[in-house]
Antibody, heavy 116, light 107 residues
Framework: EVQLVESGGGLVQPGASLKLSCVAS????????MSWVRQTPGKTMEWIGDIKYDGSYTNYAPSLKNRFTISRDNAKSTLYLQMSNVRSEDTATYYC?????????WGQGVMVTVSS | DIQMTQSPASLSASLEEIVTITCQASQDIGNWLAWYQQKPGKSPQLLIHSATSLADGIPSRFSGSRSGTQYSLKISRLQVEDTGIYYC?????????FGGGTKLELK
């Protein structure tokens, strides 16, 4: 069974950094592109970006490219999202996702609240 | 970026009613369009992929269609368990973009 489990969220002050993790199981992690998606409290969904199966290539939403970095450790079957200089508008639930042509897998999501 | 304009933003319908949600793409995205359902406190679930293909395990009352750059999700006979928020997602080009969502409630 495919499982994606995010962690690392919480309350963070504006301007700080935060690193989210997503541990994958139930499939060969190193065979798949992986993505991050976020959902604001107002329920707006935003694709953050993705990373190639070997970690050699990433894509980002242009508005987030300068502050967010996606990486992976295939030996640990773990996906990461490094967030820097966070702002109040980064308050959201962050999902780790494996998109496929005909099937998707989503984590349960992890909440990040940016507030002083 | 490709804009996905989803309508309506909210919808109240009766049991067994036919419900249609649409997404208008700002440019051609071919069939690279998916529909998701999200229930409170849960992650989104894929309903339709490739604009018209039903995902595994999804009831046949759900269907997707395309007319040019307009995409539609139809629920043929609304059931209680169909309430939630529905999103479209274009996966034609980066950045992938979601529609604004449609909140579907029972009347």
């Amino acid at each position: 069974e495919v499982q994606l489990v995010e962690s690392g969220g919480g309350l963070v002050q504006p301007g700080a950094s935060l690193k989210l993790s997503c541990v994958a199981s139930g499939f060969t992690f190193s065979d798949y592109w992986m993505s991050w998606v976020r959902q604001t409290p107002g329920k707006t969904m935003e694709w953050i970006g993705d990373i190639k199966y070997d970690g050699s290539y990433t894509n980002y939403a242009p508005s987030l490219k300068n502050r967010f970095t996606i990486s992976r450790d295939n030996a640990k079957s773990t996906l990461y999202l490094q967030m820097s200089n966070v702002r109040s508008e980064d308050t959201a639930t962050y999902y780790c996702t494996r998109f496929g042509v005909s099937e998707d897998y989503w984590g349960q999501g992890v909440m990040v609240t940016v507030s002083s | 970026d490709i804009q996905m304009t989803q309508s309506p933003a909210s919808l109240s319908a009766s049991l067994e009613e036919i419900v249609t949600i649409t997404c208008q793409a700002s440019q051609d995205i071919g069939n690279w369009l998916a529909w998701y359902q999200q229930k409170p406190g849960k992650s989104p679930q894929l309903l339709i992929h490739s604009a018209t293909s039903l995902a595994d395990g999804i009831p046949s009352r759900f269907s997707g269609s395309r007319s040019g750059t307009q995409y539609s999700l139809k629920i043929s006979r609304l059931q209680v368990e169909d309430t939630g928020i529905y999103y479209c997602l274009q996966r034609y080009s980066n950045p992938w973009t979601f529609g604004g969502g449609t909140k579907l409630e029972l009347k």
